[in-house]
């Protein structure tokens, strides 16, 4: 077995990556024998599969609770920092395919970044999805600020109809939560983050307020069910990586995933990085959809993208909706978060896991891109 896990280990290394801290750079740099024609990678999945079912077979408990089928909509907090990325819009845009398809409640779309259009962003899409009412939250004070660099951000708000135009107009983040937290039943919320983890620590270390007499931690402990996290990277890159979502607010992640008291599902870097998503719905016949104009916008302006957008963010929202068993498996442990946004992995910690790719990728792009697909009912 100990000469196994050292083959494994050195193959694995053969398909390092390089480490850059930029996602959408390292992503362009990535050096894995990539079939463009397959779009797989098919040694380091068979070697990730193994290493993951015969060194940390996948916890039954957890497994138990993703494979419920439940018929009551997940109530749902999404927080995001959409803007320097635009698989956000490919997230936001799954979850309210998933809520029109009574999959889940969203109860809040809450921005870890405050560039000056990131509310009207999020005021855009809820009301292009018929959603116009769900809350709006901004963080206020210390905060990552990062327009989008392709301008799409600027195109939709001018285009697309929306009530809130500047971020004063939309809530404090923080109120936000523990208001919404406060109000709902006990241990039944999921929030998933494809941002920073800003909102996360502010919360966590937030005083008894007007919405609750409860700490942030004890608040976050009654309410919250589930924390599922595009964040960090837990391939053989791990601990030498530094991950956008942890690093542009590392002190936020430390302070987060040292303090968090829920199980919390990770969907590191390497799960997003091999799935392509965005051209069907870039190359559709839809007209005023700001998905379609954002994509139709943004890919060619990468040549990295001709065959569509990592999916960063869209496999989080899918796994926080719908359970990780269909799509990924999963490595139990903690995550170890380090301050200078890199991070390792305690294998005999017991409330984390992370995502390992599992259905084939050409089967999840399409899982992907058909939610993607999604117009709203017109009224
Ligand atoms: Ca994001």
């Known amino acids: 077995m100990k000469k196994k896990i050292i083959t494994l280990f050195f193959l694995i290394c053969v398909f390092g990556h390089t480490q850059i801290w930029d996602k959408a750079k390292a992503a362009n740099q990535t050096n894995l024998p990539f079939d463009t024609r397959q779009k797989k990678y098919p040694e380091e999945q068979t070697l990730l599969h193994q290493y993951q079912t015969e060194e940390t077979p996948i916890n039954t408990q957890m497994n138990a609770v993703a494979t419920t089928k439940s018929k009551q909509p997940v109530p749902i907090i999404f927080d995001t920092d959409i803007g320097p990325d635009y698989d956000d819009i490919g997230a936001i845009t799954i979850l309210h395919a998933m809520a029109d398809n009574n999959e889940c409640k969203i109860l809040a779309t809450i921005a870890s970044n405050k560039h000056k259009r990131i509310a009207a962003v999020l005021d855009v899409m809820n009301t292009y999805f018929n959603r116009p009412e769900i809350p709006v939250g901004i963080v206020r004070g210390n905060a990552v600020d990062m327009e989008a660099p392709q301008k799409w951000d600027s195109l939709i708000v001018e285009k697309y109809p929306h009530d809130l135009k500047s971020n004063e107009q939309a809530e404090d983040a923080l109120k936000l939560y523990r208001k919404t937290l406060a109000a709902q039943p006990d241990k039944s919320v999921t929030i998933v ?12 270390q937030s005083k008894p307020d007007k919405f609750s007499p409860l700490s942030g931690k004890e608040l976050v402990k009654k309410k919250v069910k589930l924390l599922v996290s595009m964040a960090g990277r837990f391939d053989e890159e791990m601990g030498k990586f530094q991950e956008f979502n942890v690093v542009k607010d590392s002190a936020a992640s430390v302070t987060t995933f040292n303090k968090w008291p829920t199980t919390i599902i990770f969907s590191g870097f390497e799960i997003g990085v091999k799935i392509l998503t965005g051209l069907p719905v870039a190359n ?85 891109n058909d939610l993607m697909m999604h117009q709203p009912e017109k009224k």
């Open 284 to 368: 559709s016949n839809f007209t005023g959809s700001p998905v379609k104009d954002v994509f139709q916008m943004s890919i060619p302006l990468d040549p990295n993208d001709k065959n569509g957008r990592m999916s960063w963010d869209e496999t989080a929202v899918l796994v926080a909706v719908r359970g990780y068993e269909k799509y990924f498996d999963v490595v139990k442990g903690k995550i170890i978060s380090n301050i200078n946004g890199s991070n390792g992995w305690d294998r005999n910690g017991k409330r984390d896991y992370y995502l390992v790719q599992k259905m084939p990728l050409l089967e999840i792009e399409k899982v992907l």
């Open 193 to 204: 983050t494809v941002g920073f983890l800003t909102n996360m620590a502010n919360l966590l």
